[in-house]
């Protein structure tokens, strides 16, 4: 699988504690993106999506903690500290405001962002992103699966997890680098961002906080996340927009990039900077 064309790679050190390993693109000068991928995934979790940007955009997509080619500390693993490494990441790379674009539960962590650093960030992107999973029933099987697993992770546990989810086809060069990727992820950091994120964050009663117009994407055939928790959480955000994808599952930017390239581009430059 080839690496998005013109894309540079580079490290950088957080005042949070850990290195984060990242890819960039386009324009230096230009407005800028921030990609915050999933559980379990990396910044190839875009890579689909960077090529069509547009280079006058000023594109980053970090491995986040414990994911990917950054560090895996021991510790510290809840929104509180993705948030924090979000701020200290732009800190680092010497961005003051971009547009945050999160998947999944990476759009809980840009979410966070968005509500305690709100000078952090202009516009917020949501993409198959649940309002929360705390009290989900229909996660406790897949949580006691995690409390068994062990390293190394196999290859099938995170490939069966992948398959579920998808609702359209997409390349199996490319699902297959998402799941080489994928395992590079130890196994308690399985269980600790799980706990952490996916299990431990509500911030449905702070939706009237977010003050950054807000692009909320979800496919019509996400087996995870009822419409109706997007409707209500587009309702409740004061500048949002809810767009809906028809024969679309829950990873809409890996099986519709061409899609949410184009509503993302419509979106910021229909947004006063």
Same mark, same amino acid.
């Given at each position: 699988?080839?690496?998005?064309? &013109? ?11 850990? *290195?984060l ?42 491995d &986040? ?8 500390? /021991? ?16 800190e680092?790379?010497?961005i ?14 840009? +979410? ?5 650093y ?7 992107v949501?993409?198959?992103?649940p ?5 989900? /029933?229909a ?7 995690? *409390?068994?697993? /062990? ?5 099938e546990?995170?490939r069966?997890?992948l ?5 359209y086809?997409i !390349? ?14 130890p ?23 977010i003050?950054? !117009?807000?692009?909320i994407?979800?496919?019509? &055939? ?7 928790? +997007? ?9 949002a927009t809810l ?8 990873l ?17 430059k229909a947004?006063?900077?």
């Amino acid at each position: 699988m080839r690496q998005p064309t &013109q894309a540079r790679f580079a490290t950088v050190h957080l005042a949070t504690g850990p *290195r984060l390993h990242y890819a960039e693109r386009g324009d230096r000068e230009g407005e800028a993106i921030i990609f915050l991928h999933a559980y379990a995934d990396s910044w190839f979790s875009y890579g689909r999506v960077l090529p069509l940007l547009s280079p006058a955009y000023h594109t980053f997509a970090p491995d &986040q903690r414990g994911h990917g080619n950054s560090d895996k500390p /021991e510790c510290c693993y809840a929104a509180d500290d993705y948030a924090a490494d979000v701020d200290a990441f732009m800190e680092a790379v010497g961005i003051e405001e971009a547009t945050l674009v999160g998947d999944s539960s990476g759009g809980l962590i840009a +979410q966070r962002v968005a509500l305690d650093y709100p000078h952090r960030v202009s516009c917020l992107v949501l993409i198959g992103s649940p309002t929360t999973l705390v009290n989900n /029933e229909a996660l406790m099987g897949w949580s006691e699966s995690l *409390r068994t697993l /062990e390293d190394p992770v196999p290859p099938e546990f995170v490939r069966a997890l992948l398959e579920s989810i998808i609702h359209y086809p997409i !390349p199996e060069e490319f699902l297959e680098k998402a799941l080489s990727e994928s395992l590079k992820v130890p196994a308690r950091v399985w269980r600790d961002y799980w706990e952490g994120v996916v299990l431990a964050v509500d911030d449905t009663a702070r939706y009237g906080e977010i003050s950054a !117009p807000t692009l909320i994407l979800w496919g019509a &055939q996400d087996a995870l996340l009822p419409r109706e928790e +997007q409707e209500r959480r587009a309702a409740a955000i004061p500048k949002a927009t809810l767009k809906v994808y028809p024969e679309t599952g829950h990873l809409a930017h890996w099986v519709r990039p061409e899609w949410v390239v184009r509503d993302l581009e419509a979106f910021l430059k229909a947004t006063p900077a």
